[in-house]
Nanobody
Framework: QVQLVESGGGLVQPGGSLTLSCAVS????????MSWYRQAPGKHREQVAR???????SYEEFVEGRFTISRDNAKNTVSLQMNNLKPEDTALYFC??????????????WGQGTQVTVSS
């Protein structure tokens, strides 16, 4: 049973910083592509950043240069460092672990989410 537990959300003023963490248990962490998603009220869930098994990172344009994703295969964790936060970054942030089987099937695992609120 794969479990993902996010932490680190909270209330921060515009321009501030937060670091989100996601702890993964129950399977070989190094096999997963890890991503952070977010969902604001009334909006669809959207991907924010991704880090591959080979530690390659990619970001959506709206967070490029402000957010940094990193993984620690020794600790089975993935983090999202968020700087220069804006009110539009307010959302429920989710950790995602994706495993691709030998047959090319994608299996997704999700955490429960952690709330980030950017407000003065």
């Amino acid at each position: 049973q794969v479990q993902l537990v996010e932490s680190g959300g909270g209330l921060v003023q515009p321009g501030g910083s937060l670091t989100l963490s996601c702890a993964v248990s129950g399977s070989a962490f190094s096999l997963f592509v890890m991503s952070w998603y977010r969902q604001a009220p009334g909006k669809h869930r959207e991907q924010v950043a991704r880090v591959t098994r080979g530690d390659l990172t990619s970001y959506e344009e709206f967070v490029e240069g402000r957010f940094t994703i990193s993984r620690d295969n020794a600790k089975n964790t993935v983090s999202l460092q968020m700087n220069n936060l804006k009110p539009e970054d307010t959302a429920l942030y989710f950790c995602n672990a994706k495993r691709i089987t030998g047959l090319g099937q994608e299996i997704d695992y999700w955490g429960q989410g952690t709330q980030v609120t950017v407000s003065s």
